[in-house]
Structures are given as structure tokens and as C-alpha cells.
């Protein structure tokens, strides 16, 4: 049997997406599958919904000629020890029950004794866990929209701010011109930190300093769908935000000097209100770089696990 599959996981705190990567890095559409995540069950029940997802990807590879698998790749958010993978994410709603255990260790004991799984799976198999915002930033540095660039950072901004740097197609996270573990969300800001301006919350926090209504359950995409309809405020609010993200990252950005910063997760959809902003704020304090937004913000996650896993 072929060992020609790699399963990757995007897992969230409601759905984890999975999808199959084939050995030349290329995502098979037809298994890209979004699950609930039931990150609130037990251990034992969340420990079962993984082994679910991971017979329901391999029965996905039925029809492949010699489907073995030789690696299982999760992108997780932290805090995380993804080394030794043991969960201590606590206190945020999501995996409460698994904390502190080697969730490793239990997958791969509960793998190796499913029948359908353990068919699948190639004698030297890997498992592996690393922090999503990076495993983003490592796809988008070698295969998407930084591919050509040498000094790359990537944001993912959504419930929260996640980042991730690459330096010639590796990912950095102990140097001293970069935070360390690459981490941006903690970063002094006002009263408070980055995560809390540059973000979901962020953002409708801005809506409500500038009077905008958000009765009816107004989230970002209502708010951008009325800048682009020309709303005077809304379109204020976005150049707001993006001028609050170039104060946040002008530092950060001073010492690591990128070439390119690519913006991802669900914020970014709305990227061509603030990106412009966001840009002029970093000109004006002499940081000059790309700024592009993601194509695919979970497609570039799957490929920077199947680059990750062909380093560990």
C-alpha cells in the first residue's frame, strides 16, 4: 500500500474543518468536510469525535488507488504545547476536559485500535500539532499569496488576532527580531492588548464609539456590506480600524522588516476597506511591504500542515 495522504484538521472552538492533502501538497476538494466540534463534551466524548472524523476522512479516500496515510496534522489554538501535544486551553468556553492530558497520546492509541483507521495508516504514520495561526502563515509563505517573498508575516483575525512569521520558507518563532512564539495578541495597545482592538470585538467596538446602530444583530459583514454602499460612518469605522492595526504593528513590524504581510480569517473579507488604511499608517512610519489578502484562508491552513509534517 502507498502511504500518499496526509489528513489535516483546522480545529475551532464550534466546527473543525478537515480535508485530505495528496503527496505533491494539493488539497482533494471532494474531502474538504466541516464538523461540529463538541469541544464542550467530555474528554471521552471529544477524544470519540476525533477518531470520528478521522474514519469519516479515511472512508472519503475509498476510491483512491493504495490510500495509505502517513500522517495526521492538527492545526489548534492555543495555549497549546504542541510538542509534546497537550492542550491547557482553559476558561475560554471550548476543550475544558481535555486539559492537560496528552491528547497525542490518546489519538494515537485510539487510531491504532480502530479497525477502519488502523487499515489506513502507513507503518511509520506521524501525528503531529501546531499553533493554527502559523501552520496559516507557512502555507501562505511557500505556496500562496508570499510564495515569492523571503520575510513574510500573516495575520488571521477573527474571534481574535493569531499571527504567524516565515523567514525563507521556515517558520520563526524564537528570533530576536520576532515576538516570541510569533505571537502578536498579547501586545500592549491602550487599556488593553491587540487581540481586543484587532478583531471581531474590535471592530463592533469601533461601530458602537461611532454611533453606528447595531440593534438587530449587525455584525462585521453588515458593517462592511454598508461601507461599500457608501455610509459615511461605516467607511470611517474600517479606515479607523485599519489606522489602529498600523499603530499595533508599526513595532513588530519595524524590527522584522517583511516583505509581505498577508491578512486571512473572516475579517479579512472585508480586508479592501481597511487595508488601505492600514498601508498608509505603515508608510507613514516607514514601513514599506506588500499587503495582500488571503485567497483561502483554510486551504493555505491544510498546506502549511502538509509542509509542517514533512519537517517533523
Excluded at 17 to 40: C, F, I, M, P, W
Excluded at 56 to 77: K, M, N
Excluded at 201 to 212: H, K, T
Aim: glycine share 12%; charged share 20%; with cysteine.
Amino acid at each position: 500500500m502507498g502511504s500518499q495522504f496526509l489528513l489535516a484538521f483546522d480545529v475551532g472552538g464550534t466546527y473543525i474543518k478537515a480535508g485530505v492533502v495528496n503527496r505533491d501538497g494539493a488539497v482533494l476538494e471532494h474531502t474538504v468536510t466541516q464538523y461540529e466540534a463538541n469541544s464542550n463534551g467530555t474528554q471521552d466524548e471529544i477524544i470519540e469525535r476525533f477518531r470520528d472524523m478521522t474514519r469519516d476522512l479515511v472512508s472519503r479516500l475509498s476510491e483512491e488507488s493504495g490510500a495509505g496515510v502517513y500522517g495526521i496534522g492538527y492545526a489548534f489554538p492555543g495555549p497549546f504545547d504542541y510538542e509534546r501535544g497537550i492542550s491547557y486551553i482553559q476558561g475560554l468556553n471550548k476543550f475544558e476536559a481535555i486539559y492537560g492530558i496528552s491528547l497525542g497520546d490518546k489519538l494515537r492509541d485510539v487510531f491504532r485500535k480502530d479497525a477502519v483507521i488502523a487499515a489506513s495508516l502507513a507503518p511509520n504514520w506521524k501525528l503531529a500539532f501546531e499553533n493554527d495561526a502559523s501552520l496559516f502563515a507557512l502555507g501562505e509563505a511557500v505556496y500562496g499569496q508570499a510564495s515569492a517573498s523571503d520575510r513574510v508575516v500573516c495575520l488571521t483575525i477573527g474571534t481574535g488576532l493569531g499571527s504567524g512569521f516565515v523567514e525563507k520558507r521556515r517558520l520563526i518563532k524564537h528570533q530576536r527580531d520576532v515576538p516570541e512564539n510569533g505571537w502578536l495578541y498579547h501586545l500592549s495597545y491602550g487599556e488593553g492588548i491587540a487581540d481586543d482592538f484587532v478583531s471581531r470585538r474590535g471592530v463592533l467596538s469601533l461601530a458602537d464609539e461611532l454611533g453606528l446602530d447595531l440593534a438587530g444583530g449587525q455584525d462585521v459583514r453588515e458593517l462592511a456590506q454598508l461601507a461599500l454602499a457608501g455610509n459615511e460612518l461605516a467607511v470611517e469605522l474600517f479606515e479607523r480600524f485599519g489606522h489602529r492595526m498600523a499603530q499595533i504593528l508599526t513595532a513588530p513590524m519595524e524590527r522584522f522588516q517583511p516583505d509581505t504581510i498577508v491578512i486571512g480569517g473572516q475579517i479579512a473579507k472585508s480586508g479592501q476597506l481597511f487595508v488601505p488604511a492600514l498601508s498608509r499608517g505603515l508608510q507613514h512610519n516607514g514601513i514599506i511591504t506588500n499587503i495582500k489578502l488571503s485567497e483561502n484562508t483554510l486551504l493555505s491552513t491544510f498546506r502549511g500542515i502538509y509542509r509542517f509534517m514533512g519537517t517533523v
